[in-house]
């Protein structure tokens, strides 16, 4: 079997739509790595708005772990979401500074009062979504690879994890104190996403590989700054083999499905 990570995607439903219908994904176990909603209307260098569509990102989300066994984590955007429908105010005014308001009117909700979200949340159309978001894992993990929104604490065992650390952390995860990478303790190759890789050292085809050196188990960045207001912004997919080898990389930016295939150790685009 082979596993399929999917990046940050922030209400890009036509982005997803092509996503889903590439080669490389076909036959592989799909592990979105959460933050469904929220995103930025526009690209840099381009007055071309981008569509944004929370609802059908969600359905397709929703569909592909309820009729296909796949896998959808929680992100913090995500949280922010699940939270305020629960009424916590801080989550609300967080997620208002940081793309709630417009995805709220997004949704259909023309309001800024926390109770009036927080009631449309819990009620339909949107309650299921609240639901979905309810019975999300933060984690998942086989014997050789783990994926987590945003990271781990090196200090802490995995069994321990704080969950503000599961869906915040960056460079505490990434950076060692002289900000080479932090060596991987766990011994299972990592995907996570939420630090867009345009702010990163080392981006590479949407996705950042952090190795302390030669000898250590690789962990991967997959943000590809999905309406992140990036002119490059995108959804990146990694795929691996069970052992944690790649064996595809695929990368979505306007619609247009970029393919990278493994092999020999060397990159093959079609």
Known sequence: MTYTFIGDIHSTADDLAVLLQAPTLQDSRLIFLGDYIDGSGSRAGTTEPALLDTRAVLDMVMNRVDHYQDVALLGNHDDFWLQTARGDDLSFQTWHLNGGAKSWR??????????????????????????????????????????VHAGIDWDYPLNRQVRDDLMWIRDPYYFDTDRSWHRNSTGKVIVTGHTPVQTMPHANYGCVK?????????????????????????????????TGAVIAKSWVINRKLVCFLIRNGKLISY
Not at 108 to 136: E, M
Not at 211 to 230: E, H, K
């Open 210 to 242: 952090m190795q302390a050196d030669t000898q250590d188990t690789p962990r991967y960045l997959i943000d590809a700054g999905s309406r992140s207001g990036a002119a490059d912004g995108g959804i990146f997919a990694l795929t691996l083999a069970e």
């Open 106 to 147: 997004q949704l259909g909700i023309h309001s800024s009062n926390p109770l009036v979200v927080a009631k449309a949340l819990n009620q339909a159309p949107l309650v299921k979504y609240t639901k979905f978001f309810a019975r999300l894992p933060l984690t998942w993990s086989t014997d050789h690879l783990l994926a």
